[in-house]
């Protein structure tokens, strides 16, 4: 097999990463150490300092100058700040969806999302009540798939506004807005998770904009109450890059 070229070592060595950090296994806050990760990897530091780049490109790490590059940490003001932004996002995708369907939305409109919520139903109902008791509990679960159908449940209500500038500035939240999701997950049942999503894609529609606002403002409360939570994410593992 001929040898990996540079650029797919880089990418190989950043979605192992990135798959860590978002399956909680590496804790907010941790810091990513060069050398480290370069014999983990079996790589050179170039090649780690590429995929750290890429990592703070999609903003699931920081880099600062004498303290080297760390996992994003949601204190309250980056909380205050990635909600709000949302908020701006999400909030105007409703109006505008409302100003086009009225408080009623078509059902081909309304049908990503729907399918989205019947997933996630699905997923509750295979893991069974016992699992879905303690808010968090991983138990015959899979959160990362939750968590990705979590955010592709907000995705399918922005484009229902069919606005391609809002979309698109939605959908650069990308990597960041998983993580963010990853640690508001420990405050839900899988149960309540569905039902408030239910409920909220009732309210845009009759409510609009503040319903969605006063949705992520719970979310947000959430945290900046309890600061995020650990989470017992299974560990994913990580094996030196050879070609």
């Known amino acids: 097999m001929p040898p990996l070229s540079a650029d797919t070592v880089v990418e190989r060595v950043h979605e192992a990463l990135r798959a860590e950090i978002l399956s909680g296994t590496v804790a907010l806050g941790s810091p990513l150490r060069e050398e480290a990760a370069a014999e983990r990897f079996g790589v050179s530091r170039h090649t780690v300092r590429a995929a750290f780049q890429l990592l703070v490109a999609e903003r699931l790490a920081v880099a600062e100058a004498y303290r080297g ?6 204190d309250p003001d980056e909380i205050d700040a990635l909600q709000q932004l949302r908020a701006a996002l999400e909030g105007e ?3 505008v969806a409302g100003e086009r369907y009225g408080d009623a939305w078509p059902e081909e409109v309304l049908a990503p999302a729907v399918a989205v919520l019947e997933r996630l139903a699905e997923i509750a109902a295979e893991a069974g009540a016992g699992a879905r008791e303690v808010a968090g509990s991983d138990e015959g679960i899979d959160w990362l798939e939750v968590e990705r159908l979590h955010a592709d449940l907000h995705r399918a ?3 229902a506004s069919s606005s ?3 979309v698109e500035a939605h959908e650069a939240l990308g990597s960041e807005l998983l993580l963010f999701l990853l640690h508001v997950r420990p405050h839900y049942t899988l149960d309540g998770l569905v039902a408030e999503h239910r409920e909220l894609l009732d309210a845009v529609q009759r409510r609009g904009a503040d319903a969605m606002r006063e949705h992520l403002a719970h979310s947000t409360e959430l945290l900046r109450r309890s600061g995020p939570a650990a989470t017992n994410a299974p ?3 990580v094996v030196p890059l050879t070609p």
């Open 69 to 74: 590059v760390r996992v994003v940490s949601f």
């Open 93 to 95: 995708a409703v109006r």
């Open 157 to 159: 209500i922005v484009a």
């Open 164 to 166: 391609p500038r809002i």
């Open 235 to 237: 560990v994913v593992p």
